[in-house]
């Protein structure tokens, strides 16, 4: 069965660095998410992406952050000038449509952890 | 308005019991009702899902009930087992494309043998 997939699964990075967290979507997918889970928290939605643009993002969503498509497979979630509040899990999902009722396929998460 | 409630935070069942897990909402541009399950060191997977036009769904041994008046649904485990301790979301999404899911605080379940 195709999945979504994360990496690194584990990244430290010390504070007011620079962070690049990578997914491949399942292949046929069109619409691309990202959410985080602060530890012992529900899971939060970050930013959706398709047709190479942000279609909603969240209020956590501020000019910290940025998504990317570089190339045909790959979905990349960028953090600058990380704070120690950024560690968590993040998650990257994906779905083949946008119709609701197409479900988000979520891969194995990236632990960022800044020190 | 866009928060999902969910209860109880965590949950202990004997193995053949029922679990129930239990979801209120607001906003009543939610169209679609999903649970997620996620075992440790995984992310959530899609477990079974309901739109507000039907009152109940049912996938083997997981059921999910709708009470679309009072704006919360819930999860029924039946013949509960220990591979299904796992955290459970229960989560919402509006109808707009592409739209966003709204997830609840989740519960750990643990199935005693």
């Known amino acids: 069965e195709p999945e979504v997939t994360q990496t690194p699964s584990h990244q430290v990075t010390q504070m007011g660095q620079e962070v690049i967290l990578r997914c491949v979507p399942i292949?046929?997918?069109?619409?691309f998410y990202w959410y985080r889970q602060i530890l012992g928290q529900k899971v939060e939605f970050l930013v959706s992406?398709?047709?190479?643009?942000?279609?909603?993002k969240s209020e956590i969503f501020d000019d910290q952050f940025s998504v990317e498509r570089p190339d045909g497979s790959n979905f990349t979630l960028k953090i600058r000038s990380t704070k120690l509040e950024d560690s968590a899990m993040y998650f990257c999902?994906?779905?083949?449509?946008?119709?609701?009722?197409?479900?988000?396929?979520f891969g194995d998460g990236t632990r960022l952890s800044i020190l | 308005q866009q928060q999902v409630k969910q209860s109880p935070q965590s949950l202990i069942v004997q193995k053949g019991g029922i679990s129930i897990i239990n979801c209120a909402y607001e906003?009543?541009?939610?169209?679609?009702f999903p649970w997620y399950q996620q075992f440790p060191g995984k992310g959530p997977a899609l477990l079974i899902a309901?739109?507000?036009?039907?009152s109940e769904k049912k996938e083997g041994r997981f059921t999910i009930s709708f009470n679309k008046s009072a704006k919360q649904f819930s999860l029924h485990i039946m013949d509960s087992q220990p591979g299904d301790s796992a955290t459970y979301f229960c989560?919402?999404?509006?109808?707009?494309?592409?739209?966003?899911?709204?997830f609840g605080e989740g519960t750990q379940l643990t199935v005693n043998p």
């Open positions: 999902a994906s779905s083949e449509g946008g119709q609701v009722n197409q479900p988000q396929h």
């Open positions: 292949s046929n997918h069109l619409y």
């Open positions: 992406f398709y047709n190479n643009e942000i279609s909603e």
């Open positions: 906003n009543t541009a939610f169209d679609y």
């Open positions: 309901i739109r507000p036009d039907v």
């Open positions: 989560a919402a999404r509006r109808k707009t494309s592409g739209s966003r899911l709204t």
